[in-house]
């Protein structure tokens, strides 16, 4: 990625300077399709809009005369040092991206020194990923109607060494994602789910008039009612670490810290749920308000630079998930380009610490934030 071929003016061959360009890569690269499967929303895409402009409005106070020359950007996250205070998020389906899809992006973040969380969606079998990286992987799970099936994937995620579950909770049915059901969006035959037994038909048409292929597919196998009891069987099932991703209600991070979890991470899915949800920095701080002296609070949802990290930190998370901008990454140049964009992520984030006169993440926690600019 980004070497600039000689004699070559072209915008595409310049060197990315920030995670952006990665995506005006990708958008260059990808059928139309898929890049609208991965960059859209639910909806109008109200959420996703609102993701950004929370950020945005996030201005942080820095503080002078600190003494501070290179801070430090490693971080505790669930009691394991790691390189920076990030985790690439859970994504599906990662060879409609790339040919090496989830072995190449977990790769990269292994080598960048942050965990990879592979999703229950995976278009590679969990060991496959596994043994394509020295870092630790965690296991993001989507409750399945078949209990049986949510057993042996967990049996499968220990085994094979995962370091952390992960459970997605605002999946009850898919977002409606309308870029989707109007291109008539389905995976290519190239790309199934390599850890669901399901057949290929499912995922290939949708057989519903105005349904993706995707949404028809959750709906036949993910189990929409899941309870708090629910929640309290995989906490009594599994002695790692376990995250509960897709919390917004300060009054739900406070029943998942009763059950026992390790850390809430604060998601509206990237926007691509319920499309009238809150940015998730509107919610950030009732929510580390309400269980931050518990439970570990991560955030995702609009991530774009390190100077969103350190507004993350500002706001009270601990750490944040990179969603969108991985892809575009793995899109534009395999586990290159994905570790390129790890990266400057990390060269951002000692700037934004350097600038703000902190020595580390932590510090950046106690940072003063104004809300409107
Ligand atoms: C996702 N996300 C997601 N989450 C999850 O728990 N399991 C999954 O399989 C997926 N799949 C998925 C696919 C694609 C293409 C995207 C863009 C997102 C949501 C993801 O983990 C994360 O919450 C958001 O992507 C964060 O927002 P940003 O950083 O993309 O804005």
């Known amino acids: 990625v980004g070497s600039a071929a000689a004699g070559s003016t072209g915008e595409a061959d310049r060197p990315p300077v920030s995670l952006a360009d990665f995506a005006d890569l990708a958008r260059a690269t990808l059928p139309p399709g898929i890049w609208d499967f991965i960059d859209g929303g639910s909806g109008v895409e109200t959420t996703l809009t609102a993701n950004r402009a929370a950020l945005d409005r996030v201005a942080v106070l820095p503080r002078v005369l600190t003494g501070v020359e290179r801070p430090r950007t490693d971080a505790v996250l669930l009691g394991r040092e790691q390189a920076l205070p990030v985790a690439v998020a859970p994504m599906a389906y990662q060879r409609l991206l790339h040919p090496d899809g989830e072995p190449a992006l977990a790769a990269a973040a292994g080598a960048a020194g942050v965990p990879y969380v592979l999703s229950t969606l995976s278009s590679t079998p969990i060991d496959e990923v596994i043994a394509a990286t020295d870092g630790p992987v965690w296991f993001q799970l989507y409750w399945l109607r078949d209990r049986g099936l949510v057993a042996d994937l967990l049996d499968r995620a220990h085994t094979a060494g995962c370091a952390a579950l992960m459970v997605t909770v605002d999946v009850p049915v898919l977002g409606r994602r309308l870029r989707d059901v109007r291109g008539g969006f389905a995976l290519p035959p190239e790309v199934t789910t390599a850890n669901l037994p399901t057949g290929r038909d499912d995922l290939a048409h949708t057989g519903t008039p105005g349904v993706s292929a995707i949404a028809a597919h959750t709906e036949a196998v993910f189990a929409p009612a899941l309870t708090w009891a629910d929640l309290a069987w995989l906490r009594e099932r599994t002695r790692l670490p376990l995250l509960v991703k897709g919390i917004l209600d300060p009054r739900d991070a406070v029943r998942a810290a009763d ?105 950046a926690r106690r940072l003063r934030t104004l809300t409107g600019g």
Do not use: Y
Request: aromatic letters at 2%; charged letters at 20%; one cysteine or more.
């Open 259 to 363: 059950v026992g979890v390790d850390a809430v991470v604060v998601s509206n899915h990237g926007g691509r749920q319920f499309d009238g949800a809150p940015a998730t920095a509107t919610m950030l701080p009732e929510v580390v308000a309400a269980v931050g002296d518990r439970v570990e609070v991560l955030l995702d949802s609009g991530v774009r630079s390190g100077t969103d990290v350190l507004r993350a930190l500002a706001l009270g998370a601990t750490g944040v998930l990179l969603g969108r901008p991985m892809l575009w990454a793995l899109a534009a140049g395999g586990r290159s380009g994905a570790r390129a964009a790890l990266d400057l992520l990390a060269v951002e984030l000692r700037d934004a610490l350097t600038l703000t006169g902190c020595a580390d993440p932590a510090q």
